[in-house]
C-alpha cells in the first residue's frame, strides 16, 4: 500500500496476539492521558477551591460525557468505514472517506455546539442540580461545549491515524497536551484565581494543540489520506454508509451518557457530599478500566480492516485474545481496588469527609468485580460495529438506557444510594447475553457469507 510505514502495523498480517498488543498499548497509554484531562481538574479543584466546586464538575460531568461522547462516537464510527477500505487498498476510495469525514465532522461539530448554548441550564435545573453549586456547574460545562469543535477535530484526525493502524502518533500529541493542561490547571486556577472556569479553559485550549499537531502530522506523513477536490463530491452509497456506522455508535455512546444523566437526578437528590463522592469514585473507575478499552478499541480497526481483506479466522482469534485478556485484567483490578479504595479517593479529592469517602469506596468495591462482563461486553460490541453490524450493538445501549432508567425510578425508590452503585454491574451482565448470542448468530461469524 503507498503509505508512510513509520509508525503503522500491519493489522491483516502476522501474529494476532502481538499486532493487537502493539495496538493495544499506545491505545492504553492514550486513554491514561485522555483521562488525566478530567482527572487533573478535578484533583486541582478539589484541592484548590474545595468539595463544592469539586460537586460542580461532578454534576456536569454527565452533560460533558453525552455531548462529547456522541461526537467522539461519530468519528470512531466513520473510521470503521476508513479501516475497512484500507483493508482493501484502495486508496482512492480512501480519500473520498476522509472527505466524507471531515463533512460530516463539521456539521456535527456546528449542530451540537448551537444546541448546547440553548439547553446547558435548563438541562442542569431539570437534573435536580443543587442550587449552590449549579452556577459554578454551568461555568464550567459552557466553556467547553463553546470549543466542541475543538475537541472533535483531535478525535477525528486520530481515529483516521489509528484506523490506519498508527496509534501512536495520536498518543504524542496526547501527551504534550496533557502535560500542558497541568500546568495551564495551576496557571489559570492558582495563580489567576480564575476558579473552576479556569479548569475548563486549560482542557480546551490543551486539547486544540493536540488537534494542530495531529492535523499538521497527517498533512506531512501521510499525504495519500488528503482529499483534493474531487474528493469532495457526494457519494450517497458512501455517505450512508458513515453516517450509519456513525450514527450507531455516536447513538450508543448517547445511550450511555443519556442513561448516566437520568442516574445523576437520583445522585443529586442525596446532596452534594453524595455527588462529590460519586464523582472522584467514576474517575478511579475511569482509570481501572482502561486496559479493558484499550482492547476493545484496538479490535475496531483491526476487525474493519480484516473485514476489508476478508480474513474471517484473524477475526474470531482476535476476540478470543482480547476476552481472555480482558478477564484476567477484571480479576487483578478487583484485588487491587479492594485495597487501594480509600487512598486513592483520598489522594483525588484531597477530602476527609466521611461521606465523600465510603461512598465511594462501597461504589468502588462493588463495580471492580463486574469487570469480568464488562471486559468481553465491549469487545463484542465493538467487533460487531467492526463487521458492518449497525443496530445489534446498538440494541445494548438501549438495554442499558432502559435499566438505568428502572433503577433511577423504581428500584432507587426502596434500595437509595446501594441500587445507584449496582445499577450498571447488573446491567452489563444482561448486555453481555444479548451481544454473545448476537455475536455467535452473525452470518460472517459462522462463515455462512463472505460479506
Not at 467514576?282 to 478500566?289: A, Y
Request: glycine share 8%; proline share 3%.
Amino acid at each position: 500500500m503507498v503509505a508512510s510505514k513509520k509508525m503503522q502495523v500491519d493489522l491483516i498480517e502476522g501474529d494476532i496476539l502481538k499486532v493487537m498488543l502493539a495496538l493495544a498499548v499506545p491505545f492504553l497509554v492514550s486513554n491514561i492521558f485522555q483521562q488525566l484531562y478530567n482527572t487533573v481538574d478535578t484533583i486541582i479543584v478539589g484541592h484548590s477551591l474545595g468539595d463544592m466546586s469539586l460537586a460542580a464538575i461532578g454534576a456536569s460531568d454527565p452533560i460533558f460525557f453525552l455531548l462529547i461522547g456522541f461526537a467522539i462516537g461519530i468519528g470512531n464510527g466513520m473510521s470503521i468505514v476508513l479501516a475497512r477500505i484500507y483493508g482493501t487498498g484502495d486508496m482512492e476510495r480512501l480519500r473520498e472517506v476522509v472527505a466524507g469525514m471531515i463533512i460530516i465532522g463539521a456539521i456535527v461539530s456546528i449542530a451540537l455546539t448551537i444546541m448546547s448554548s440553548f439547553f446547558l441550564m435548563p438541562l442542569l435545573r431539570l437534573l435536580g442540580t443543587p442550587v449552590e453549586i449549579i452556577d459554578e456547574a454551568y461555568s464550567y460545562i459552557r466553556v467547553i461545549t463553546l470549543f466542541l469543535g475543538v475537541m472533535l477535530t483531535y478525535n477525528i484526525c486520530s481515529s483516521i491515524l489509528r484506523a490506519i493502524g498508527n496509534s501512536i502518533m495520536p498518543l504524542v500529541f496526547l501527551a504534550i497536551s496533557s502535560v500542558l493542561n497541568i500546568g495551564l490547571d495551576l496557571l489559570f486556577i492558582k495563580t489567576f484565581n480564575m476558579g473552576i472556569q479556569g479548569a475548563a479553559i486549560a482542557t480546551v485550549i490543551a486539547q486544540g494543540i493536540s488537534a494542530v499537531l495531529c492535523l499538521v502530522y497527517i498533512y506531512k506523513e501521510c499525504d495519500f489520506l488528503i482529499p483534493s477536490r474531487k474528493h469532495f463530491k457526494i457519494n450517497k452509497t458512501l455517505y450512508a454508509d458513515l453516517l450509519g456506522q456513525g450514527i450507531s455508535m455516536g447513538l450508543i455512546s448517547s445511550f450511555v451518557s443519556i442513561g448516566s444523566l437520568i442516574m445523576q437526578y437520583a445522585i443529586n437528590s442525596m446532596g452534594y457530599l453524595i455527588i462529590a463522592g460519586q464523582m472522584a469514585a467514576r474517575k478511579i473507575f475511569g482509570f481501572t478500566i482502561m486496559p479493558l478499552m484499550a482492547i476493545c478499541s484496538s479490535l475496531l480497526p483491526f476487525i474493519a480492516q480484516n473485514k476489508g481483506a476478508d480474513q474471517r479466522d484473524r477475526i474470531r482469534k482476535s476476540v478470543k485474545y482480547a476476552n481472555i485478556i480482558s478477564i484476567i485484567w477484571a480479576v487483578i483490578v478487583t484485588i487491587l481496588m479492594y485495597f487501594t479504595a480509600p487512598f486513592l479517593l483520598k489522594a483525588l479529592t484531597g477530602s476527609d469527609n466521611e461521606t465523600i469517602i465510603k461512598y465511594g469506596v462501597t461504589f468502588i468495591r462493588l463495580n471492580a468485580p463486574f469487570y469480568i462482563a464488562l471486559g468481553p461486553l465491549l469487545n463484542l460490541r465493538y467487533v460487531l460495529q467492526g463487521i458492518g453490524q449497525n443496530l445489534l450493538p446498538l440494541v445494548s445501549g438501549v438495554i442499558e438506557l432502559v435499566g438505568k432508567a428502572i433503577f433511577t425510578f423504581w428500584i432507587f425508590e426502596y434500595t437509595g444510594a446501594i441500587g445507584i452503585m449496582l445499577c450498571e454491574p447488573v446491567i452489563w451482565c444482561i448486555m453481555l447475553v444479548q451481544l454473545v448470542v448476537s455475536y455467535y448468530r452473525d452470518p460472517y461469524i459462522k462463515g455462512e457469507c463472505s460479506e
